[in-house]
């Protein structure tokens, strides 16, 4: 059964950085089909793509966090990590680790929407204060 936790979160004041990590168990795959991402969920919002990678280290961002946000991964941990810089109020979520076979990715790089992502953390709380 494959498993994804996350970690990391918590409260900073703005300006600040976090870094979250989510570890894998059950399966982990360097293929550049299967794909890894964050997403976060604001409180009575939809849930969205912050940072992917393919897992032959190709990554994609949104615009909202370009420059900010640097998604990383550790083969040998089977361990994705989001390091968070600069972090703002509005980047206040939940954080969500999510993982999948995606075929499209092979096309450029892993998509930013979260339907296409099958295997899902439990999340971690990041908290941006003013």
């Known amino acids: 059964q494959v498993q994804l936790v996350e970690s990391g979160g918590g409260s900073v004041q703005a300006g600040g950085s976090l870094r979250l990590a989510c570890a894998a168990s059950?399966?982990?795959?360097?293929?550049?089909?299967?794909?890894m991402g964050w997403f976060r969920q604001p409180q009575g919002k939809e849930r969205e793509g912050v940072a992917v990678?393919?897992?032959?280290?190709?990554?994609a961002y949104p615009e909202s966090v370009q420059g900010r946000f640097t998604i990383d991964r550790d083969n040998s941990k089977a361990t994705l990590y989001l390091q968070m810089d600069s972090l703002k109020p509005e980047d206040t979520a939940m954080y969500y680790c999510?993982?999948?076979?995606?075929?499209?990715?092979?096309?450029?790089?892993?998509?930013?929407?979260?339907?296409?992502?099958?295997?899902w953390g439990q999340g971690t709380q990041v908290t941006v204060a003013s």
């Open positions: 999510a993982a999948g076979w995606i075929s499209s990715a092979l096309g450029g790089s892993c998509p930013t929407n979260r339907e296409k992502y099958t295997i």
């Open positions: 059950g399966y982990y795959s360097t293929s550049p089909r299967y794909c």
């Open positions: 990678i393919r897992g032959d280290g190709i990554t």
